[in-house]
Structures are given as structure tokens and as C-alpha cells.
């Protein structure tokens, strides 16, 4: 049966008066054969929009419950109904013989279950997460037609096509290493450029992308070599882990505190202190979540600041946070009413950008050397400031 599986398909079909004289094997879909066992062969397939299985068993002589336990040896999930012998007699009721041998049909009731948990069934190296995602942007054919809602239902029969996007060669792109060794790369990363990506589907150049190329850290993730981040618009330095045992010293050190961090900002207006520790906690602003909010009820923040230089419109300012609380530096200095020039969630001004910059980074490396990693303040800082003082 195997040279010509669908013309006995079809003719099975037409025995049980399900398919008729002018149907065709190309009507035949999604055909799966099961292997073989000692007394039965299952086969799976669609037919005109409808899901079947024939069951070749030559041990069950038409006792209903034998055949539904042996289609349930290939399918557990199986649900459905025997399809009655159109020829039906006291004897048979089910089965009809075809080739020296007893064939059975059954009638599938489609157990819908959602799509992208089809999909990971099926792509298991895939989270379900990412498998929304390549659903939503077009990436899924289900019985080839395009199926972009992660919650359309489907069955274990259909044809499901998944064609990932080819990612994007970013072997030529760089970032300016300030520092590298056999266990950590220092790299000075520009305002706009992304520290990880944010899902699979982003096709930007990332400094995780770069890291790749230096690490064995997190290299089946979109997070290779990564140990903290700066925001997109943010510039400055970025630290990574070129082994596992340096990624667990650098984060180890980060959660408690112990790294020094110094960013260089321009502010709108002047503090009204020349320094002072800002301690304010800070919560999740539950009317806009992707924001933050001063609130009694947040994690506790703490920011010394400085500043360095000031005019009758700008200031910049020395940052040193004492925790690392999404969005800190931006929420405190927007809580003093002297938001970051640029900053365009917390801030009043637009500008050519984010005028924050991770100037210095302090932290022990491995062999236990405390080691201070500087970038210079960028000239469109101090130009900004100067320009408005003239």
C-alpha cells in the first residue's frame, strides 16, 4: 500500500461512500503514516476539510472499544467516531475488507487547541513567547494560508508551515572597545544603540550582538555576555562577561552594590542644591506601565549628585547612583523638576538626544583587581552648555 497510498485512500473513501466518482487524490491532505505494528497500521489524513484515520486491524473483528483502543496506541489523544459500513449487516457494522484485510474509518472530532501551543509542541526550540510573535508577523501557514492570530484553533493533522526570518548579518558593525581581556570587555556604547534586543523579531544592531562574537556566555539567547544595560538613549559604558565564572563575579557584585557608578547629565534648569543624596523610592506607574513614578509605596533609590557647571538655562551634573532602579537617574532629576534635556518621557524639551552618559565604571575583575573604566564626556555636553552661557 505504501507505492500508492492515496489511490487506496480514495478507494477506501468511495467504499464508505465519503468520496465520489470525480474526487481526486490531490484532495487528499496532510497524510501521516504511523509505523506499523504486529496487527494494525494507522493513517492519518484530511479530506475535503474534514480530518480522518484509517485503521488497517486484522485482530479487532469489529469490536468497537478493541478499535478505538488500538488507534489510541498511535494517537492518545485521539477523539472521534467510527464511521459505519454503508453495507452494514449483523456482522459488520464497522469494517470492510480491502486487499485480503479489514479497514477501518474514523471520523476525527477536531480537538481544537490553540495555535501557538500547537506550535510549540511541535517547534520545541522555540518559546511560546517567540512563537507569538513569528504568528503575528506572518510567519505561520496552517494548510497554507497565513494565519496570524496566536489563539486560531488547529488539530494535530494540519499542515503547519514555520518560516523564521533569516537574521541579520551584523558581523561588520562595532562598538568602540575601551578594554578587553580573557574574561571582560569594556565597550563605550552610543546614545540609540540597544544593549540586548528586546524579542527575536528585532533585526537591530545590538551591544549583545557584538559581545557574541567575544563571549561563551548566553549564546542561545538574545542576552550573550550581558550582565547590566544602559537604556537605548543612554550612552556610555557597558560591562561583559567573556566566561561563565566572570558573568557570576560581575553579577554577584552588581547585586550588592559594590560597583561604583559615575553618569555626566545635562539638566533643564539649576537645583537648587549644589549637592545632595536624592532618596526616593520608585514604583511602576500603573496608569502608564512602561514608565516609572516617586511613590511611598516603591523600592527605595537612592542618587548623590553634583554639579559640575550651570547657565540661566542648563546644568550639568555629576550622578552617582547608589541603586540601580529602572529609569532612576531620569525619574529622580524629573521629581527635582530639572528633568534631563531630551529625556523624552520624563522631560519638557526635546533635543538632538538623551543628554545622560555613563562616564566611569569601577568593579573588581577576576584575579581581584579593582579596576576603574573611564569614557570622556561628550563634546555635545559641554557645547550645550557652553552655547546657552554665551
Keep these: 500500500m505504501a507505492k500508492h497510498i492515496e489511490t487506496d485512500i480514495l478507494a477506501v473513501l468511495r467504499m464508505f461512500e465519503i468520496a465520489g466518482e470525480l474526487s481526486a487524490k490531490r484532495q487528499i491532505k496532510n497524510l501521516k503514516v504511523y509505523s506499523e505494528r504486529q496487527l494494525s497500521k494507522l493513517i492519518g489524513f484530511v479530506f475535503e476539510h474534514q480530518q480522518y484515520y484509517l485503521l488497517f486491524d486484522s485482530a479487532a473483528k469489529d469490536d468497537e472499544a478493541v478499535l478505538y483502543d488500538h488507534a489510541r496506541l498511535d494517537e492518545p489523544d485521539f477523539n472521534g467516531h467510527l464511521v459505519r459500513n454503508p453495507l452494514e449487516s449483523s456482522i459488520r457494522a464497522f469494517g470492510m475488507p ?49 494565519i496570524t492570530r496566536p489563539k486560531s484553533d488547529v488539530s494535530s493533522l494540519d499542515s503547519i508551515a514555520l518560516t523564521p526570518p533569516e537574521a541579520t548579518d551584523h558581523r561588520t558593525s562595532d562598538l568602540p572597545i575601551v578594554y578587553i581581556d580573557d574574561n571582560v570587555i569594556v565597550v563605550d556604547k552610543p546614545a540609540g544603540v540597544l544593549t540586548h534586543s528586546k524579542g527575536v523579531l528585532n533585526d537591530e ?76 523610592p520608585i514604583i511602576r506607574n500603573p496608569s502608564k506601565p512602561s514608565t516609572f513614578r516617586v511613590d511611598a509605596k516603591g523600592k527605595p533609590a537612592q542618587t548623590s549628585y553634583s554639579v559640575v557647571t550651570s547657565n540661566d538655562k542648563y546644568s550639568l551634573l555629576n550622578l552617582k547612583p547608589r541603586t540601580g532602579r529602572t529609569h532612576q537617574l531620569r525619574v529622580h532629576l524629573q521629581y527635582l523638576n530639572t528633568p534631563i534635556l531630551g529625556d523624552r518621557v520624563y522631560g519638557h524639551q526635546s533635543a538632538d538626544r538623551l543628554y545622560l552618559h555613563a562616564t566611569e565604571l569601577e568593579i573588581t575583575i577576576p584575579e581581584g583587581s579593582r579596576q576603574k573604566f573611564e569614557s570622556k564626556i561628550p563634546s555635545e555636553f559641554i557645547n550645550r552648555v557652553k552655547a546657552d552661557a554665551e
Design 205 to 280: 544592531f545590538t551591544v549583545a550582538d557584538f559581545f557574541r562574537r567575544y563571549t561563551t556566555v548566553g549564546l542561545d539567547t538574545t542576552r550573550p555576555g550581558i550582565i547590566h544595560r544602559l537604556d537605548r538613549d543612554t550612552s556610555g559604558l557597558i560591562i561583559g562577561a567573556r566566561n561563565p565564572e566572570t558573568a557570576k563575579l560581575l553579577k554577584q557584585q552588581f547585586a550588592d552594590r559594590t560597583v561604583k557608578k559615575v553618569y555626566t547629565a545635562v539638566v533643564e534648569g539649576r537645583p537648587k542644591n549644589e549637592q545632595a543624596i536624592i532618596d526616593l
Design 98 to 146: 480491502y486487499k485480503g484485510k479489514d479497514v477501518y474509518l474514523f471520523r476525527v472530532t477536531s480537538k481544537a487547541r490553540r495555535l501557538d501551543l500547537e506550535l510549540v509542541e511541535r517547534f520545541g526550540q522555540y518559546s511560546r513567547a517567540t512563537l507569538q510573535k513569528y504568528i503575528k508577523a506572518g510567519y505561520v501557514r496552517v494548510n497554507g494560508e497565513v
